[in-house]
């Protein structure tokens, strides 16, 4: 029974040289430093989606109050009288 693990990666390797254990450490460190940064990315975009949902929900809160106007009488006047058919009948009594 073999007991060194590198005799057997390289008796296992599928071509010769492929069973080197010199990089595998330094590759398996990068690729934990690169899954790293994605997940600090994907947490780092998800904020500011949330906090621009945030901003616009408050704008959206504060200029909706200001934007509530009583109906004017010269609203018979206005480009959007004429695609109501009934707006001028109900503004005139």
Known sequence: MH???DELIRDTAPWPGAGATDALEGDVWRRVAERRRRAVVARLQAGVLVLG???GAIGGGISSPASRTQASELRVLTVEAGLEPFSLASDLG
């Open 3 to 5: 007991d060194d693990i």
């Open 53 to 55: 949902i945030l901003i």
